[in-house]
T-cell receptor, first 112, second 113 residues
């Protein structure tokens, strides 16, 4: 069964550094998403992406965050200057035209 | 009122028990509803989409009540492997809009031998 893949599985970064989280969505999917989950809390929407542009973003997705689809397969989330509170699991998801979203196994981001 | 609210749990049940999870949502324009399961420190995995007519998949039955803005999940004959956190998710999109998923905090289920 096709799946969403994310790299790295764990990223440790110093506060203030830039970090890029990578995702390869399912190949025929058109809609791409990033979510995050702070330890012990609920899964929170960050941003959705369709047709090479952001279609929706949450209050969490401020100017420190950006997304890109640099080629036909990758979908990246960049955090420009990381803060301690950015420590979380980051999940990428993708969907076809229907709304059912499939999640990758996540990147654990630890900010020191 | 929170956008998506679930039973706080945890639910501790013996093997073979029937367990029901409830979820309410606040946005009456919501169109798509899902149950995901999440194992500890893992990604949410889609368990079932929830349709107005209700749907069943083996031991799992999901129901939607639009008038009450309420979704349920019933697990019959629970197995040890059902132990996980069950997340209710609602898509706020309308019609063809994909929209984002709004998740509840989840209800933890522990099935004991």
């Amino acid at each position: 069964e096709p799946e969403v893949t994310q790299t790295p599985s764990h990223q440790v970064t110093q506060m203030g550094q830039e970090v890029i989280l990578r995702c390869v969505p399912i190949s025929n999917h058109l809609y791409f998403y990033w979510y995050r989950q702070i330890l012990g809390q609920k899964v929170e929407f960050l941003v959705s992406f369709y047709n090479n542009e952001i279609s929706e973003k949450s209050e969490i997705f401020d100017d420190q965050f950006s997304v890109e689809r640099p080629d036909g397969s990758n979908f990246t989330l960049k955090i420009r200057s990381t803060k301690l509170e950015d420590s979380a699991m980051y999940f990428c998801a993708s969907s076809e035209a229907n709304p059912t979203q499939h999640f990758g196994d996540g990147t654990r981001l630890s900010i020191l | 009122r929170k956008e998506v609210e679930q039973d706080p749990g945890p639910f501790n049940v013996p093997e073979g028990a029937t367990v029901a999870f409830n979820c309410t949502y606040s946005n009456s324009a919501s169109q798509s509803f899902f149950w995901y399961r999440q194992d500890c420190r893992k990604e949410p995995k889609l368990l079932m989409s929830v349709y107005s007519s209700g749907n069943e998949d083996g031991r799992f039955t999901a129901q939607l009540n639009r008038a009450s803005q309420y979704i349920s999940l019933l697990i019959r004959d629970s197995k040890l492997s059902d132990s996980a956190t069950y997340l209710c998710a609602v898509n706020k999109g309308y019609g063809g809009s994909q929209g984002n998923l709004i998740f509840g905090k989840g209800t933890k289920l522990s099935v004991k031998p």
